[in-house]
């Protein structure tokens, strides 16, 4: 009898790294297998590995990005693209302030902006502005943050925002560029097979190596999370059994148990945490009797925590009321 199932490939290996960028191959792919599996790594690598970029900036005496400085060579908007161009890598997913201050005739550099320890830029010799007088003084806040992909400034505005603050357009994403080639070849007696190779360059905080391997963790982890439509079947069975609130509505038995977990045992961020922890929230099972309002008036949280909320409460089959 004649082996139906697929092999499976090999692991990948590095053909080339140089600096931020990197070649690897992966080799034995079952034959289409290897467009497959590039473009849905491409995709990944481009939208879903997490970054830093600069969000905001109040500088001392502009109140919008048209205005001047006196003394000061480069006008905001300039300074601006100057500090959007900063590499930046942070320890914490906490929004972290950096601060700027310089007087006098001077070339002002990345190195010269003061961070707290959780903060490290990369490129610190990336000009940022030139003061041209003796009496010329430049004082910034720049508050950076971690993210995903791109997000406008439109929607960083939605959150309060300081009279004098310049939202920017913020680009979190560490990756640079990806590309992907595939081309056939020999396995056994078929000549069929494909051969993927996958080129990464990064901005410097992350090696292209760990890009590599971080997006095919999420490609599985986002796999597994589809896998068992059994379990889907068992959840059904659940609901049509469940008891009838006043409302009407019928509400999906859960595990008493796993009600009593605590929700810093559940995979929350540690700010998310804090703050349901801050609002007497400290239990799987108190999380799940609040509404999606009642989450959005705790301090700390906002659309972000929210959607963070719903997305790890559903891994374990539990909805806000």
């Known amino acids: 009898m004649s082996n139906h199932s697929i092999i499976v490939p090999s692991k990948p290996k590095i053909i080339r790294e140089e ?20 473009n849905s790594l491409r995709r990944i690598i481009l939208s879903s590995l997490p970054g830093s970029a600069v969000t905001r900036v109040k500088i001392k005496g ?23 161009k900063l590499r930046i890598k942070i320890i914490t997913d906490e929004p972290q302030t950096i601060t700027l201050k310089a007087k006098g005739v001077k070339t002002i550099l990345a190195k010269d902006i003061d961070v707290p320890g959780q903060v490290e830029i990369l490129n610190g010799d990336l000009h940022i502005a030139t003061l041209t007088d003796k009496s010329a003084e430049l004082e910034v806040e720049i508050t950076v943050e971690k993210g995903l992909g791109y997000v406008s400034k439109d929607i960083i505005t939605k959150d309060r925002v300081d009279i004098g603050t310049i939202s920017l357009d913020a680009t979190f994403t560490p990756i640079r560029k990806v590309n992907y080639e595939v081309e056939n070849m020999r396995v056994g007696d078929r000549t069929d097979f494909n051969r993927l190779r996958i080129s990464i360059e990064t901005d410097g905080t992350l090696s292209p190596k760990e890009a590599l391997e971080n997006s ?3 490609m599985i982890m986002q796999l597994k999370s589809i896998v068992g439509f059994k379990e889907e079947e068992i959840v059904e069975e659940k609901k049509e059994k469940g008891a009838v609130s006043t409302d009407g509505e019928v509400k999906q038995e859960m595990d008493v148990e796993f009600l009593k977990t605590r929700i810093d045992a559940i995979g929350l961020s540690p700010r998310t945490t804090k703050a349901l922890t801050g609002a007497n929230i400290r239990t799987v099972g108190g999380l ?13 949280l906002g659309s972000k925590g929210v959607q963070e909320i719903k997305k790890v409460l559903a891994q374990y089959g539990i909805t806000l009321k």
């Open 62 to 84: 502009a109140e919008h990005e048209f205005s001047a400085i006196d003394g000061v060579k480069e006008d905001v908007i300039n300074l601006l693209l100057n500090f959007k």
């Open 19 to 38: 600096g931020f960028s990197g070649i690897y191959e992966i080799d034995g792919l079952y034959p289409g297998y290897g467009h497959t599996l590039g």
């Open 216 to 218: 095919i963790s999420l």
């Open 288 to 300: 799940a009797r609040k509404k999606e309002l009642d989450i959005l008036d705790i301090e700390g």
